[in-house]
């Protein structure tokens, strides 16, 4: 009977933790670069105007949900939202350590002919694709599968042309327990292998 009953439990300890409880929680999203980035300001300047990033995914509420083993779902939001503020935000951020100042702007119409009329050296936008997260647990594991699509437009006054970049990450991984901290250090983890990626080589 004693094993019985510590099976049991056993069972229920197992049981509860791979379940997350529902509800919705928010991500804060950070793209902190792991590189050096020296020539960054060489190749877009000191100055770069951020126009208003567009997200185009067929979701915009949300950037994930899990699922528990009960089958009840939780989501997730960015944090700050709408999602395109905080990656701009997140950006603002990580490129003033370079010495590059970014300002707002309220439009760009992407041509290379607007450049000269630009106060900035640079001008960029992102057009969100996708960036969706989703975990799905199992009695005793958790899988995790994570895409994140970014067409990145740059306009560079000095060169007179704009360079346009698609970015895109993939990963799956399988957890012994997910958590809503888990799912944000692997989302800030693929944003930092894009942004180090493309500001390496922006053009």
Not at 21 to 50: H, P, V, W
Not at 86 to 104: C, D, F, H, M, N
Not at 114 to 124: G, P, Q, T
Request: hydrophobic content about 40%; charged content about 25%.
């Amino acid at each position: 009977m004693k094993a019985t009953r510590w099976l049991f439990i056993l069972f229920l300890v197992l049981f509860m933790s791979v379940c997350v409880e529902a509800g919705t929680y928010s991500l804060n999203l950070r793209y902190q670069s792991l590189k050096e980035l020296s020539s960054l300001q060489t190749k877009i300047g000191s100055t770069l105007a951020m126009a208003p990033f567009k997200d185009e995914r067929p979701e915009t509420l949300y950037i994930g949900f899990h699922t528990n083993f009960q089958g009840d779902s939780s989501y997730f939001k960015s944090h700050p939202i709408p999602l395109e503020r905080a990656i701009q935000e997140s950006l603002s951020g990580s490129l003033s350590r370079y010495g590059v100042k970014t300002i707002p702007i309220s439009d760009w119409d992407g041509k290379p002919e607007s450049l000269k009329n630009m106060e900035a050296d640079s001008v960029l936008m992102i057009e969100i694709k996708r960036f969706w997260t989703e975990g799905k647990a199992s009695l005793f594991r958790t899988h995790i599968k994570t895409a994140v699509k970014f067409v990145i437009h740059l306009g560079v006054k000095k060169e007179g042309k704009v360079f346009t970049r698609n970015m895109e990450v993939e990963k799956e991984m399988t957890v012994a327990r997910s958590t809503p901290d888990k799912v944000e250090t692997m989302i800030n983890q693929m944003l930092t292998d894009i942004f180090d990626s493309y500001f390496s080589n922006p053009y």
